[in-house]
């Protein structure tokens, strides 16, 4: 029974580490874009394409790092779970979704 307890315990730790990195990562990206926005907003992207390609790169680099941060953060705080190669490979697929997110939002301006 206390086996059974101690993996459930470790699976709600799992989930707790998802959802809190997700609750920060929703509002980093979020932050982050609006502020790309207001930047490139008054770009006019024929004639100043290669700025905007500039600044989309800048603000994705910062995005990665940022999210990254988090997921070592997370991992760090979880690193006694016996499923953490699952929530690390959880995590890194999250990064690479709030990063294809990013560059498709950007992409319709």
């Known amino acids: 029974m206390i086996v059974f307890y101690t993996e459930q315990v470790m699976e709600k730790d799992i ?13 980093f ?22 700025v905007f390609q500039q600044l989309r ?7 990665k790092k940022q999210l990254e ?3 070592k953060t997370c991992l760090d705080k979880y690193k006694s779970s016996k499923d953490i190669s699952h929530l ?11 990063m294809n997110e990013f560059s498709q939002k950007a992409a319709s301006l």
Request: aromatic letters at 18%; charged letters at 30%; glycine letters at 2%.
């Open 15 to 27: 989930e707790y580490a998802q959802t809190e990195f997700n609750n920060n990562a929703s509002k």
């Open 57 to 63: 790169g800048k603000y994705l680099y910062t995005l």
């Open 69 to 71: 941060d988090m997921a």
């Open 88 to 98: 690390k490979e959880t995590l890194s697929y999250s990064v690479d979704r709030y």
């Open 29 to 50: 990206f979020f932050s982050l874009y609006a502020r790309f926005h207001d930047a490139v907003k008054l770009l006019n992207r024929r004639r100043d394409d290669n």
